[in-house]
């Protein structure tokens, strides 16, 4: 785990073209915490560092048992933060740790056998990158969720990655098994009309799925766009076919 995990954080870093070298790192056995400077590099991490992260977690794992296997909670917090004598000092390093402690990420992981990763934004991220529109992630793709630790209480926001808006009620260690969450854990669940009926050929969602896998080609739904230019298209998803008989 000590030698796997830097790598495994380090090759997600250059994959989303982000520096390590700049980040303040506090190595503790199995986790870490980083301390990035201010610059604007917010929504990148929550876009392309986690979806590199998920990446890499699955490019590890497929080349090991199951007994061996790497699954990692992550948290993701902003504030000022003070370069003590041994680590860091402030507020948000307090609030950083008692997110990545917290009982969603390891419910989250619990329900999801198939994950390898939990993500877990405080409220501050999640309204300044998800909720901003400054990022390709959508807002019901997380759940809110309330986080009761030691002293700590917050609003968060958790995802699973690969998963989407996590499907299962969760409870607190320390509130005597009330519910943490604000709403129940619903896929999608900002969405205001009924997921459509699936067509012939579509492959319907069980009750255990997260999302659909539609297999039907459908040149109906299909949306053309023509670009001039550089294009960030970070998220997107590209078809490419013949124009030939």
């Known amino acids: 785990m000590q030698h796997d995990l830097p790598r495994i954080l380090d090759g997600a870093a250059r994959s989303a073209g982000l520096s390590r070298s700049e980040w303040h790192i506090q190595c503790k056995g199995d986790e870490q915490l980083a301390v990035l400077p201010m610059s604007g590099d917010q929504p990148r991490l ?3 560092y986690f979806r590199h992260l998920v990446s890499e977690l699955r490019h590890h794992n ?8 790497m699954r990692l909670r992550a948290a993701m917090h902003q504030g000022p ?3 003590a004598d041994n680590g860091f000092a402030g507020t948000a390093v307090v ?3 008692r997110l990545l402690n917290s009982r969603p990420l390891y ?4 329900a999801y056998a198939a994950a390898d990763l939990a993500l877990l934004l405080s ?3 999640f309204r300044s990158t998800v909720a901003g529109g400054h990022t390709m992630q959508r807002v019901s793709d997380f759940s809110r969720v309330t986080v009761r630790l030691k002293e700590h209480e917050s609003t968060a926001w958790l995802t699973v990655p690969t998963i989407g808006a996590p499907l299962a009620v969760t409870e607190d260690r320390e509130s005597g098994g009330r519910p943490v969450g604000d709403r129940p854990y619903r896929a999608s669940a900002d969405r205001s ?3 459509p009926e699936p067509d012939e050929g579509d492959v319907e969602p069980s009750r255990n799925s997260a999302s659909a896998v539609r297999d039907a080609y459908r040149a109906e739904r299909m ?8 294009v960030d298209a970070r998220g997107a998803v590209f078809g490419f076919g013949s124009t030939g008989v």
């Open 46 to 48: 929550v876009d392309d």
């Open 62 to 69: 497929e080349q090991r048992i199951p007994e061996a296997r």
């Open 81 to 83: 933060v003070e370069l």
């Open 95 to 97: 609030v950083t740790a």
């Open 107 to 110: 419910d989250a992981l619990d």
């Open 123 to 125: 409220d501050e991220v």
């Open 193 to 195: 009309a009924p997921a």
């Open 223 to 230: 949306n053309v766009t023509h670009m001039n230019g550089p």
